[in-house]
């Protein structure tokens, strides 16, 4: 299989429970487009030229520039001079991978990678900034040992009466029949939690198979766009996402969210999705954002570099690249986790027996 089929057959996987077919021209496109812009530009295997590869293929075909030289005044061209300086000929490997790396720090998007043999480069501050919302330890406590596993979710329901779902990550799948037997057994609770906390994502059909069991109607979630020429504001017109409702069991009560800083990617999907229905209300933190389909190339000396190259908008076309507010901010206290509390599904089981 050559890199151009797996570049295709990546996205594709990303993509396809999203409006299939428009995306699906979209992705093509890019895939016919990509061989021609890497046969266009030759750089030598060395420092200066991996440099300027890496930095011209941001320039060219990274999605969020003009929207990131908004939000903090990221200005792609000052990098380049102030990287430039830090290239010498005959540098080490590992020095080239530490200067590209910090390079593509200033993104500030942890969809944005650097691989080689011996380390990824990696951007973590979009979590690690803020307060982590979410304790293994006491989360085990709350689970128990008497919870079931349905797939990739683990569940039960709590002595009040509220139905308790912690899905640990979208790379976990599910089927039709892991969510008929959920909801079926969570038929006579109050309500219902998901706890998507410290869900790093992973792939979105499995985000659009859960949350199609909350709601009766066809929603409009958001917008994709796809990158089309070498400007930085060369896009495709938005393509409408909708959310189509399960024709297995729905649920009809209330649902609460739970989220923070490490919901990303896929996650970030799901919650864009569930914040628009009546029933949902998110409680915790803001997520991490990750809204950017991620696309991979290579750069001369084999290093691979993956980027955010399609942007996830939500239904009012405003980027959800840095994160979604929750409807009600809770965070975790020091008192609480002294009496192995969490005060978040504390506050989420009280919110859904008082409604």
Known sequence: MDKYHLIYSTIFAETKSKHLFGTLLCVIFLWVLTPSCIREDTFDDSPEGNFEALWKLINERYCFLEYKNQEYGLDWDEVYK????????????AGL?????EMLCELRDGHVNLYSSRDVGRYWKWY??????????????????DYRIASGLKYKIFENNIGYIYYESFSNGIGNGNLDDVLKYMELCN??????RNNGGGTLTNSSLLASRFTNEKVLTGYIIHKTGKGRNDFSSPK?????????????????VLTNRHSYSATNDFVNSMSILPNVTLIGDKTGGGSGL???SE??????VRFSASPHLDANKNHIEFGIEPHIKVDMTKEDILRNKDTIIEYACDFLNEN
């Open 82 to 93: 102030e990287y430039k300086h830090r290239i010498a000929p005959g540098m080490s490997k």
């Open 299 to 304: 750069l001369p000396n084999g290093w691979s």
């Open 97 to 101: 991978f530490e200067v590209l790396s």
């Open 240 to 256: 409408s996402i909708y959310l189509e409702p399960s024709n297995r069991i729905r649920w009809q009560k209330k649902v609460v």
């Open 128 to 145: 690690e900034d803020y307060p982590e919302n979410f304790n293994d330890s006491i989360h085990k406590l709350y689970l128990g040992t």
């Open 191 to 196: 309500g219902i939690i998901i706890d998507v």
């Open 294 to 296: 991620p696309f991979s």
